[in-house]
């Protein structure tokens, strides 16, 4: 799940993509969250718009110190005036920033605001909040077809199996996503079932919603209508990832080639976001897009994975000549082995167990790196600079 989750109080439309860009241009995942979801999880952090209600607002932020008392509240006035920093600051608020409508709009806040979120995350850190655990990782595919729900399902079977930690995969299709159908389960519920009914959600609710793999890995399966989850539903996709995080150590979410609202929460939420492409140049020239779409959601390089899959001899482009268009380091490549993937999806038994090949020895080590991240090998190295690769790009 993201590193922190955050509740925006205001009435100004402008003030909450304001902040909300603060937010995402930050580096840090975070996870919007909406208020009225809120307080059954407590976020980790309220920013409170004093702007044109000072009195409502200190009202709101005492009440919020009472429900989240290890929240960071960050009260935002259009001053900063002596008497109204204490009244702030008495009402519960750790930070207090100015904001006034007469400056120079989001570069005032700019600074200050990325400064108060440091302190926020150091106080966040966990072991201090036990309530924050959960890993989500997203695979993108950088077109249709070139593997990510593959990578995607073969890699929670085996995080699952090594780590024997609870782990769901999370397909954000619509019309019910391949998910399911590679695993052979049938689903009774879907994400839509889940996320119109976020208010009602808790232990018993989430085991109904799920399906549970032989292998032992839970699955919520895409929406089974041809329209949704679409554009509106992604502020509640993001608030049941958050959910989701606390009771589950690893959150797979298979988010496809899919671009707009619902895969952008799939890259505020992760931890670690896997760019799934072929060695083609379709793929490279879509890659090299989404990894400047992602860096421009927030997701910066070290939290983006390049996955290079169905590699063989005959490969259009070679994996150096990929990296140096990307201008980033491919995290890890996999073979191009239809016998063995079609065989472990019908058998529904892990890649990893069914074979010795060498498909087989990557998703293993893939999958390892994953659960003891400290044994890592690949780690990023600082990105190089971008060459031109066919005139393409
Ligand atoms: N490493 C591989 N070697 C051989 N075949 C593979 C490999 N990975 C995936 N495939 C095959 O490629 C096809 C597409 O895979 P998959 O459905 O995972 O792609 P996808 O990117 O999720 O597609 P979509 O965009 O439709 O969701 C499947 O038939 C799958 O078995
Ligand atoms: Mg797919």
Do not use: C
Not at 317 to 338: A, C, R, W
């Amino acid at each position: 799940m993201a590193q922190l989750s955050a509740v925006i109080t205001t009435s100004d439309a402008g003030f909450r993509t304001s902040v909300t860009k603060l937010l995402r241009t930050s580096g840090l995942s975070i996870g919007i969250v909406d208020e009225k979801h809120a307080g059954a999880t407590a976020p980790d952090l309220a920013v409170v718009d004093m702007r044109s209600s000072p009195s409502t607002a200190l009202d709101a932020i005492e009440r919020m110190r009472a429900s989240w008392p290890a929240a960071s509240i960050f009260a935002v006035a259009s001053s900063a005036e002596p008497d109204q920093i204490l009244r702030a600051m008495r009402a519960g608020a750790n930070e207090y920033l100015a904001w006034s409508p007469h400056g120079d709009g989001l570069a005032e806040l700019d600074e200050a605001f990325h400064t108060a979120l440091k302190r926020t995350v150091e106080r966040a850190r966990p072991g201090k909040d036990s309530a924050r655990s959960g890993v989500t990782l997203s695979f993108f595919g950088a077109k249709g077809g070139v593997g990510t729900t593959t990578l995607a399902v073969n890699s929670a079977i085996e995080i699952s199996r090594l780590s024997k930690r609870p782990t769901l995969v999370v397909d954000l299709h619509q019309y019910l996503g391949e998910v399911a159908l590679f695993l052979g389960v049938r689903p009774r519920f879907t994400l839509v079932d889940a996320i119109d009914n976020l208010h009602r959600m808790d232990a018993e609710f989430l085991r109904e919603l799920v399906v549970r793999h032989k292998s032992g890995l839970d699955i919520l399966a895409g929406g089974d209508q041809v329209d949704r989850p679409g554009p509106h539903d992604a502020p509640a996709i993001e608030q049941l990832l958050q959910m989701l995080g606390r009771s589950y150590d690893y959150i797979v979410v298979d988010a496809g080639a899919v671009t707009g609202p619902v895969a952008e929460v799939a890259v505020f939420a992760a931890n670690t976001i896997y760019l799934v492409a072929n060695p083609d140049i379709a793929s490279v020239r879509n890659a090299h897009r989404m990894v400047d779409r992602f860096e421009q959601l927030g997701a910066n390089k070290d939290r983006v994975r390049i996955l290079l899959n169905r590699m063989s001899d005959q490969h259009q482009i070679g994996p150096k000549q990929i990296e140096s268009t990307l201008g980033h380091n491919v995290h890890m490549m996999f073979p191009s082995d239809y016998g063995v993937v079609s065989s472990a999806m019908n058998s529904g038994v892990p890649l990893t167990l069914t074979n010795h090949s060498e498909l087989a020895a990557q998703f293993d080590r893939f999958t390892r790196q994953i659960v003891n991240p400290t044994a890592e090998v690949a780690s990023p190295e600082p990105a190089r600079e971008r060459a031109s690769f066919l005139g393409l790009f």
